[in-house]
């Protein structure tokens, strides 16, 4: 050994003081667990969990998944016919930054407000207004533990085939700078097409 400095490394210094522990998880877990069951107590017979809308993950390698999303759109509470102010009063989530970026995602989750609203029982709040017959399906009904629409995901995977000739050819990335190419200059072009356009009309007309 050369002529160092000897290691003092005071790793052994107040270690508790620096140490986390997790000696109180099966506490935790049961105090979260009882939390639960009293909030599905108190809020009875409500359903336990707001409902959301189903979007698609992120990014092309999970773009093909749906998840439940944050809440719902203004665009889409409006097309199913409910006041965005009165979505939250009734277990509809609200997301008022989310947009609709497809028609696709807008029919599925206007379908699946549609499908909560035919089950939905509102009790007004003047008990003089209330029927027997709603205030007598607002005893019998039952408690969702979890969404009261299920997210259901009908993605088909496709079996596995042999590649044909046509698709070996095929260039993809070729075909995506053309297509980027083509985005581009699409402006650029029409406005040339236009200017000969009016051209050659102006010269007919001279003639």
């Not at 044909?164 to 083509?182: D, I, P, S």
Request: overall charge positive.
């Amino acid at each position: 050994m050369q002529n160092k400095q000897l290691p003092n490394v005071h790793f052994r210094k107040e270690w508790d003081l620096r140490v986390r522990t997790w000696f109180d998880q099966p506490g935790r877990k049961l105090s979260r667990r009882r939390a639960r069951v009293a909030k599905a107590a108190k809020v009875a017979p409500r359903p336990v969990e707001a409902l959301r809308p189903v979007v698609r993950c992120p990014t092309v390698k999970y773009n093909y998944k749906l998840r439940l999303g944050r809440g719902f759109t203004l665009e889409e509470l409006k097309a199913a016919g409910i006041p965005a102010n009165t979505a939250r009063t009734i277990g509809i989530s609200v997301d008022r930054r989310r947009r609709n970026r497809s028609e696709e995602s807008l029919a599925r989750n206007v379908q699946r407000l549609k499908e909560y609203k035919a089950k939905l029982i509102v009790l007004p709040r003047n008990p003089k207004k209330r029927t027997a017959e709603d205030v007598a399906a607002y005893k019998n009904a039952a408690q969702v533990p979890g969404q009261v629409v299920p997210l259901v995901d009908d993605y088909v995977a496709e079996a596995p085939r042999a590649v044909t000739a046509e698709e070996k050819k095929a260039k993809a990335f070729v075909t995506l700078r053309q297509a980027n190419g083509t985005i581009k200059t699409a402006g650029r072009v029409a406005k040339t097409a236009a200017y000969f356009k009016e051209k050659k009309e102006n010269s007919a007309s001279k003639k």
